[in-house]
């Protein structure tokens, strides 16, 4: 199986973007069988908060957001899941607030925002609790710090 995770992210934000994708990788290869693409983007806060708002209705900026697709890409006729958008800033505010690296908390939201596109949800106490425990369990299959909570 081989899952195309691409990134996008500015100048100098490549290797943060690079941890993030692989966060992303590992989450499909844990969930998904069939091979599937998706992309990664790091963005800034202004960036964010225009993302944000017309899709849901808020002009505040939030830490990571998913856009589902589901269509075939026809450049590699893989099911496009959709994009994962991290906003660059709040991910270091999270990380310090948090007590650990700007990295681990990449790769939380990257796992996060992965297993929105792959239906899982925190809605209700019982899905939150299972998302939860993928994310925690993904982010120790590839090393790096679990924090029980992201919104």
């Known amino acids: 199986m081989s899952h ?9 934000l490549e290797a943060l973007a690079a941890g993030a994708q692989q966060a992303a990788a590992a989450a499909l290869e ?4 069939e091979a ?7 963005v ?3 960036t964010m908060q225009r993302v944000h708002h017309p899709h849901l209705d808020e002009s505040a900026s939030t830490d990571v957001l998913s856009f589902a697709h589901g269509e075939p ?24 607030a948090g007590g650990h690296s700007v990295e681990d908390e990449l790769a939380l939201l990257a796992i ?10 925190h809605d209700t106490p019982d ?13 120790q ?7 029980p909570e992201v919104e």
Do not use: K, N
């Open 36 to 42: 599937a693409a998706m992309t990664v983007a790091l």
């Open 127 to 139: 899905r939150r609790l299972t998302m939860w425990h993928q994310q925690a369990a993904i982010l």
């Open 141 to 147: 299959s590839i090393g790096r710090h679990h924090r």
């Open 112 to 121: 996060h925002g992965t297993l929105h596109l792959l239906g899982f949800d």
């Open 4 to 12: 195309l995770v691409e990134w996008q992210a500015a100048d100098g």
């Open 44 to 46: 800034d806060e202004p």
């Open 73 to 96: 890409d026809p450049e590699t006729d893989l099911e496009y899941l959709g994009d994962v958008v991290i906003c660059l800033a709040q991910a270091e505010r999270q990380a310090e």
């Open 30 to 33: 844990a969930l998904r069988p």
